[in-house]
């Protein structure tokens, strides 16, 4: 697999708190902090390699779909990592996505820095694995009353100021059976395009793109941007997934041929809304930056940072242009910064 291209982005609302620094990955250390500790159990399971500890750390449905894993690949997999290190851990005021928060009764994300050693013969079928000190966003949440591991995302710093480079491809973990069917189980590398235009028939309403094609530039950007930005900062940087995102809800519903199960009017405005959409990114106004973007089926208010796809639609029959319904939802939110305002840019 080529190595995904692209920039090391950062999500400049979120002020750290340093707690403290540690030498050695001892999960046995007396913490404090109770969702602290799971971190320190999550990096000793690693160096361990014990699978039972580490799959139990994780909140259920992510338990489930850790333990189908080997099933589903006829053996027991192991870590890709070898080793991991903490350096640092702080704990963080970034916003949780609101599809996240909507599952738990609280989440925090602990923003940790350590030094990771991969295996020699790590999966292939993944973006590239390369050892090193790395950053990453471990998002621990409150489920059924005890404090659990929902995600380990990494956190590849700021990069503004800079010429955009679109990513080739991203890598997906996929869990439809369709995507299994095609691709095999696990993750696999997909041109990002490729990806794009099987999303949009799922997220979002094409029919509608043919008679408002400013709801389809602004879904359309809404998309891209947010499979960008998690191109460059992997939601699932972790065993068994070790992937940008996932095919599902979880992240942005994906389906192989949703695109080409389109009629040919809808597949036609979907041509037109992707070829227009192309060359432009939305990034921050003050450094050039992608930021996280958000969006939700009804949810999503004037500078929220989450656009609501019914609200998006609304704005677009009543003749606002995309780039407006955009400015109305990400200018001056948590996600993008509340200084900060969204640019849309050629490149």
Known sequence: MKKVLGIFLTLTMCASLVLGNAITTSAHEEKTDVKEQII??????????????????????IQDEMKDYPKANGSESTFAESHREILSIEKTECVVPEKEQGQF???????????????????????ALISGVATHDYVIVLENGNWRLYRVSAHNGVSGNRSLVEPIETFIYFTKSANISFYGSGSSGIYFYDYLKDVLPKEWYIS?????????????????MYAWYCTENPKWDYYPYYACMKDNS??????????SNLATNYRNAEDAVLSYISNLAMVKSSDGSVFEVHYNASSGSYHSGTMSASGCLSKAQNGDLYDTILHYYYDNSTYIGTSNTASIVTY
């Open 40 to 61: 320190w159990e999550f990096v000793d399971a690693v160096n361990r390699q014990d699978v039972d500890q580490y799959v139990s750390l994780f909140t259920d449905d």
């Open 105 to 127: 009764e609280d989440a925090v994300i602990y923003r940790v820095t350590e030094d990771v050693t991969y295996k020699e013969n790590a999966r292939q079928n993944t973006y």
């Open 208 to 224: 509608h793109y043919v008679s408002y094609p400013h709801y389809g530039y602004a879904s359309a950007m809404a998309s891209k």
């Open 250 to 259: 979880s992240n942005q519903n994906y389906l192989i041929n949703s695109y």
